[in-house]
């Protein structure tokens, strides 16, 4: 399951995401700091470690809030909720952050019409969500030719709603949605963007681990910074 | 060559993603327009006949300039320019407008601003270009299996820079970009993204023209409005 992903294990540092994710967050010191999709805490216990002024974390599996309070800062609040039915108080908030837990959402402009109204004005949601070239395959997967040249072969783009495959355990539901849906939903609850990308891994993480390479070849993820 | 293209020798109507890409277009009455690659000027005569003020068309082409002069509203300008070296006077335009030509532009982050000082405050930029899932692969073409089920493997696409293809003639570069750096090469240059679309035909469309159902297995183009 989850808990034995690299990204469970080490955290942040596990996540070769991250310090793309993290540029890309404003100043997080004295800020208040809503986490959707915290998982394990390793977000809210870095912002809290950063100087945040509260940091709320939810997360709908009840085994990984346990995971998250259990190896907490007191001060980290952790509340169970499916982001799915997710209600915020107004303007409560300087930073929303989510990793890797929106393309498990059906009713996304619902919850950053959520999000939106729940940030001050100026606040910032900065997300990564898995990228729709990744999920869009109705057989997602490498093919591999006879020198070892891998693709990735896309199909069924256009076909937007759930995907369901059996990545740690079975029968997981996601949601595909095209990059123009999401940035859309996006501008439509009223955020502004500030910074699309798609993460691409650097030099000096491909030296240190020669198998993200393949990560040159596709998209895997996509980052996003809009404000209020 | 390209005057044999049904979107050529039809026009607008021969180019399937135009209804969309008109849906993003604001007011063209009374308003001053920039074309930008208006090839044969089908566009610039489409904008005239709705009443736009004024309509300069640019085009690095000089035969296709000559047909677009050749066939055209005695009103409308045409200009030729490399895209590349654009200059535009200040606040000049209310719309500027481009279809499929920015995949040809190198350094699109400059063009986005010359654009965006060219338009008046409020103006709108709104374009089409090659999505980068079509343009990224080494090899880009269809793969179909053995019971005809078509897929588009993608590669290279954090390989940025140009691809040179034999479409239409030998040699044509263009120059690949992701969606990332597009959007914010745009909102570097000081525009506002009010809508990103991935051309996607309607039901209708592929009723009428069955070839096109495979633009739902894969991006072809992306369609994008920012306002300065």
Known sequence: GYSSLVRSVEGLAGAPEWPALRAMLPEVKGRR????????GWFCRWAWEQGAASVLGFDVSQKMLER?????????????ADLEELNLPAAAYDLAYSSL?????NDVGRLFSAIHQALAPGGRLVFSTE?????APSKPGWSIDAEGKRTWPIDCYFIEGPRT?????????????????????????????NHVEEFCP???????????????ERPMFLLVSASR
């Open 68 to 80: 998250a309070v259990a190896s907490s800062d007191m001060a980290i609040e952790y509340r169970r």
């Open 131 to 135: 990228h729709p070239v990744l999920m």
């Open 202 to 216: 650097t030099p000096e993480q491909i030296a240190a681990k020669p198998e993200l390479a393949e990560e040159l």
């Open 101 to 105: 837990a929106l393309h498990y959402v």
């Open 33 to 40: 700091i809503v986490d959707l999709g915290c998982g394990f």
């Open 165 to 193: 495959t059996d990545w740690l355990s079975e029968g997981v539901v996601k949601y595909h949605r095209t990059i123009g849906t999401t940035l859309n939903a996006l501008i439509a609850a009223g955020f502004t963007l």
